[in-house]
């Protein structure tokens, strides 16, 4: 019923930018918050970034001042700037949203992207 895509992960060198985004679709009444997460080998998946419907932002601490959330209503996408990017922000990062469903009741739903790989080489 619902997908999220991801794009715009790869192989970037230490100090480097990227820009993740994430688009959803299917049918879809309306999206509340909307995030990143990331998982590196080893360790578990850990919160990265998120937003609300009305455009507040969360951060974990590793990521502030380095990385901007953002996201297009009206395109039902989400984006993730990377700047000045560090060997240790590589792992794969999943695109994450709460929705909720046309016809399908106001309860929002939990759904994940399939994930994509940022390296960064140092």
């Known amino acids: 019923q619902v997908q999220l895509v991801e794009s715009g992960g790869g192989l970037v060198q230490a100090g480097g930018s990227l820009r993740l985004s994430c688009a959803a679709s299917?049918?879809?009444?309306?999206?509340?918050?909307m995030g990143w997460y990331r998982q590196a080998p080893g360790k578990q998946r850990e919160l990265v970034a998120t937003i609300t419907s009305g455009g507040s932002t969360n951060y974990v601490d590793s990521v502030k001042g380095r990385f901007t959330i953002s996201r297009d209503n009206a395109k039902n996408t989400v984006y993730l700037q990377m700047n000045s990017l560090k060997p240790e922000d590589t792992a794969v990062y999943y695109c994450?949203?709460?929705?909720?469903?046309?016809?399908?009741?106001?309860?929002?739903?939990?759904?994940w992207g399939q994930g994509t790989q940022v390296t960064v080489s140092s």
């Open positions: 994450n949203a709460d929705i909720v469903l046309i016809a399908m009741g106001v309860i929002p739903r939990n759904y």
């Open positions: 299917g049918r879809i009444f309306s999206i509340n918050s």
